[in-house]
């Protein structure tokens, strides 16, 4: 079945930079895009950036300065890349898989909560 | 960025009540990429309804949508305890995918 996994460090100081990994299983990386969307504590969703199945990108403008996305199809993972994080980058951390422009986003992962405090 | 407005931001209903949520988009959205998403405390959002009318599955048939252009809703025929939740609107007409700002419905 369709699975997505999220992972990362947890706590990350202010102005420092992360990484984290969504791991699939289920289906290819060479079918289907990936989206990652962030939930402040109490808050709304925010879409972020995904990145296509033919590994081009498409990033939310108002980030893309300090936002980076890749993929390893071989290992079926998807890598976001955040710099310069600030408190308010506090959020729970999502990845969804790119179910279709008419179906949305069909699978999510459980999220990865990431705190930035120092 | 388009921006989704949703209303009421909080509502409450008694089980047996029929439900109205609406989402307000700032610019025209395509009826086909109208998503809505059912997110509960403690849980990743699930998608409940897409293209503006589409159930997902596993969601039950009193739920519907309906909508074109501007203007969207979600419709519960008759209220259940487990249809308490958060519902997000989203649009994937244009770049921000952007989503609304949730409307949390409750049990009265």
């Known amino acids: 079945q369709v699975q997505l996994k999220e992972s990362g460090p947890g706590l990350v100081a202010p102005s420092q930079s992360l990484s984290i990994t969504c791991t699939i299983s289920?289906?290819?990386?060479?079918?289907?895009?990936v989206h990652w969307v962030r939930q402040p504590p109490g808050k709304g969703l925010e879409w972020l950036v995904v990145?296509?199945?033919?590994?081009?990108?498409t990033y939310n403008s108002a980030l893309k300065s300090r936002l980076s996305i890749s993929k390893d199809n071989s290992k079926s993972q998807v890598f976001l890349k955040m710099n310069s994080l600030q408190t308010d980058d506090t959020a729970m951390y999502y990845c969804?898989?790119?179910?279709?422009?008419?179906?949305?986003?069909?699978?999510w992962g459980q999220g990865t909560t990431l705190t930035v405090s120092s | 960025q388009i921006v989704l407005t949703q209303s009421p931001a909080i509502m409450s209903a008694s089980l047996g009540e029929r439900v109205t949520m609406t989402c307000t988009a700032s610019s025209s959205v395509s009826s086909s990429y109208l998503h809505w998403y059912q997110q509960k405390p403690g849980s990743s959002p699930k998608l409940w309804i897409y293209s503006t009318s589409n159930l997902a599955s596993g969601v039950p048939a009193r739920f519907s949508g309906s909508g074109s252009g501007t203007s969207y809703s979600l419709t519960i025929s008759s209220m259940e305890a487990e249809d308490a939740a958060t519902y997000y609107c989203h649009q994937y007409h244009r770049s921000p995918f952007t989503f609304g700002s949730g409307t949390k419905l409750e049990i009265k």
């Open positions: 969804a898989r790119h179910g279709g422009i008419t179906t949305g986003f069909d699978y």
């Open positions: 990145i296509w199945s033919d590994g081009s990108t």
């Open positions: 289920g289906f290819s990386l060479t079918s289907y895009g």
